[in-house]
T-cell receptor, first 114, second 110 residues
Framework: DVKVTQSSRYLVKRTGEKVFLECVQD?????MFWYRQDPGLGLRLIYF???????EKGDIPEGYSVSREKKERFSLILESASTNQTSMYLC?????????????FGPGTRLTVT | QKEVEQNSGPLSVPEGAIASLNCTYS??????FFWYRQYSGKSPELIMF????GDKEDGRFTAQLNKASQYVSLLIRDSQPSDSATYLC??????????FGTGTSLTVIP
């Protein structure tokens, strides 16, 4: 079974803090994605990566950055957290050659910025 | 205009009935369409995807595409209470992006 894990299930941070959200997959997937999910707005793509050290902007990259130093790990970074970044953050991965097609999601991190 | 739009519902159907879920998309060049299911408090999981060249059936699920009207539908036959969830439509338009709709909540009443 594909397993995508995220470092925290719940996280509370203060405005202005630097926040790291970690995602790890154990199936040697090439592609990894970060989304946020908000009521009424649905899932929105923040960043994705097709390979180590590569990154592509999604629909809403502003205020976020990412890092992919190893194939299995994809980190989302909030340089200076703001209250409008309070959300559920979901990581996903997909096998080589499938792009967006076969995404497997992690359990999510509910981030609250106070 | 949103890339993908869905009626948020809720949609209620009796057990054994056909549930019909729809979404519309804005980019006429889109060629790949996806349906995800998300149970309350859980992550989305892929049910099925279709290409612009045809409909697809997988067990009790059928995905249909109407390119002229730019909408995608998901039919669930013989609906079961375990099908109660939020169904997310997603589209992969040209330009290497991926857009989800806001989801339709389905309740199957025993």
């Amino acid at each position: 079974d594909v397993k995508v894990t995220q470092s925290s299930r719940y996280l509370v941070k203060r405005t202005g803090e630097k926040v790291f959200l970690e995602c790890v997959q154990d199936m040697d997937h090439e592609n990894m994605f970060w989304y946020r999910q908000d009521p009424g707005l649905g899932l929105r793509l923040i960043y994705f990566s097709y390979d180590v050290k590569m990154k592509e902007k999604g629909d809403i990259p502003e205020g976020y950055s990412v890092s992919r130093e190893k194939k299995e790990r994809f980190s989302l970074i909030l340089e200076s957290a703001s209250t409008n970044q309070t959300s559920m953050y979901l990581c996903a991965s997909s096998p080589s050659g499938t792009g967006f097609y076969e995404q497997y999601f992690g359990p999510g991190t509910r981030l609250t910025v106070t | 205009q949103k890339e993908v739009e869905q009626n948020s519902g809720p949609l209620s159907v009796p057990e054994g009935a056909i549930a019909s879920l729809n979404c519309t998309y804005s980019d006429r060049g889109s060629q790949s369409f996806f349906w995800y299911r998300q149970y309350s408090g859980k992550s989305p999981e892929l049910i099925m995807f279709i290409y612009s060249n045809g409909d697809k059936e997988d067990g009790r699920f059928t995905a249909q595409l109407n390119k002229a009207s730019q909408y995608v539908s998901l039919l669930i036959r013989d609906s079961q209470p375990s099908d109660s969830a939020t169904y997310l439509c997603a589209v992969n338009p040209p330009g290497n992006q991926f857009y989800f709709g806001t989801g339709t909540s389905l309740t199957v009443i025993p």
